[in-house]
Nanobody, 115 residues
Framework: QVQLVESGGGLVQPGGSLRLSCATS????????MAWYRQAPGKERELVAS???????VYEDSVKGRFTIARENAKNTVYLQMNSLKPEDTAVYYC?????????WGQGTQVTVSS
């Protein structure tokens, strides 16, 4: 059974930073594109950032220049470094692994940006 284990969410003030982590198995990590999605209350889930196994990245427009997605191969882990956080970044963040017709999801971690 494939597991994506997320950590790092929490409450932060506007302008602050958080780093999310998502660990998975080696067999998934070396093949799959890893991504972070988020879902705010009353809104659809949206892609925040993704990184292929070759290192190519994609970012949602509103997070460009503030968020960075990165893979650490030695730990089979993908990170989402979030800087200059805004209240509108508040959401449940989900880790995703996708390849061909397969996709797996983490359990989600809450990020709340509030003063």
């Amino acid at each position: 059974q494939v597991q994506l284990v997320e950590s790092g969410g929490g409450l932060v003030q506007p302008g602050g930073s958080l780093r999310l982590s998502c660990a998975t198995s080696r067999s998934i990590f070396i093949l799959y594109t890893m991504a972070w999605y988020r879902q705010a209350p009353g809104k659809e889930r949206e892609l925040v950032a993704s990184v292929t196994n070759g290192g190519s990245t994609v970012y949602e427009d509103s997070v460009k220049g503030r968020f960075t997605i990165a893979r650490e191969n030695a730990k089979n882990t993908v990170y989402l470094q979030m800087n200059s956080l805004k209240p509108e970044d508040t959401a449940v963040y989900y880790c995703n692994a996708a390849w061909s017709r397969s996709a797996y999801w983490g359990q989600g971690t809450q990020v709340t940006v509030s003063s």
